[in-house]
């Protein structure tokens, strides 16, 4: 067992100094690490089906779910909380969800006994529904991002939001050292790989996203890049704003 709110210093944010010394030894998980690659985690978030989840304390996960041949994924990182799926009886659509570690990753199981040892500090509840309300937040930029018709611009709104929480300031413009493959980034946007390939290619030769791999390197501005792959801009503007603003 972890004392979560030394792993974790955002939650108790909402706490003063007295009530974090009392809630600190009850504020305890079990903490379990995963290796970079193919993650089961059906098992763990069974575990904590009467409490919140699991919360990544490091590392990078792509969440993906599979529909027929479809799939797509959201991408989650420390403090983001992962939480048990509750199969529904007239569920219709079958679907399966699978998990990849893009870096090593450690996660803190928050089950029931978890939820019960901190009703008396609300505060930390309120802390972990607000990581809910971010993650929903981040997947309907996703989802806004994905449904740009030109697949280029859906590419570099994509880099770029996943910059404001990844990426790190350098000459020219933001590195994003994160292990994305062109697979990968079809299934964040909606786009199949070759597609995703050739796109990356024609921005890479207009010196708007250079890098493969395990690094991606977003030159210029969000503003004047955008400016040049959309001149008129219709359409997209609100969303270019909140881009740009947390870019």
Known sequence: MRYLLDIDTDLAEGLDSRLRLAARPA????????????VELSSALARTAN?????????VIATSVRVGDRVASELLGAGDLLEPDELDADELVICMTEWRA??????????????ERIRPWPQL????????E????????????????????RLTLLLWHLASRWGRVEPGGIRLPLPLTHQLLGRLIGAERPSVSHALARLSR?????????????????EELLALLDHSG????PLIARVSRRG
Request: glycine share 12%; hydrophobic share 50%.
């Open 206 to 222: 207009a010196g708007a996203v250079t890098g493969h791999g395990d690094e991606w390197h977003l030159h210029g501005k969000i």
């Open 234 to 237: 219709e359409g997209v503007a």
């Open 102 to 115: 893009l870096q090593p990753a450690r996660f803190a199981m928050l089950d029931g006994a978890f939820a």
């Open 134 to 153: 971010r993650r929903a937040h981040n997947l309907n930029v996703q989802r806004a991002i994905a449904s740009q018709p030109r697949l280029e611009l």
């Open 125 to 132: 509840t309120q802390a972990l529904l607000r990581r809910v």
């Open 51 to 59: 409490g919140p989840g699991l919360l990544v304390l490091d590392g």
């Open 27 to 38: 504020a305890t998980a079990v903490v379990v690490d995963a290796e970079a690659g193919e």
